[in-house]
């Protein structure tokens, strides 16, 4: 994995307590759980970061950082990839409104219209 690459949320998400979710802006009530690693990942792609960035975030958290933190990071990236959840660009990517911050942080109205005229979808 190329650590260069800024990574960016290509979903919305929610911090409802203090738990990081997948969700849904049509029916907020259902929510998808996300795992630790992949919650932590999810929430700080904002896409004006680099994975060299985050990697060096992560090994701050720690007093003495796990030898296999940034495989275990890369592996994360790459499941979230997969599930389309996150992507990788070259360049700092400026997020829509409407994935920009978790939904409790958002205009509802405004975040749906604006999907609505971006045809955004998440399949």
Do not use: C
Not at 74 to 86: A, M, P
């Amino acid at each position: 994995m190329d650590n260069t690459q800024y990574f960016y949320r290509t979903a919305i998400f929610t911090r409802k307590d203090n738990q990081v979710s997948l969700v849904d802006i049509d029916k907020p009530e259902d929510t998808t759980p996300m795992e630790d690693w992949m919650a932590v990942v999810v929430s700080l792609a904002d896409g004006r970061h680099t994975v060299s960035e985050l990697i060096e975030y992560m090994r701050a958290q720690y007093r003495t950082a796990p030898r296999e933190l940034e495989d275990t990071l890369h592996s994360v990236l790459e499941r979230l990839q997969e599930g389309k959840i996150v992507q990788l660009s070259d360049q700092p990517v400026e997020l829509p409104y409407y994935l920009a911050e978790p939904l409790e942080s958002l205009d509802i109205e405004k975040a749906k219209k604006l999907i609505r005229e971006d045809g955004y979808t998440h399949h």
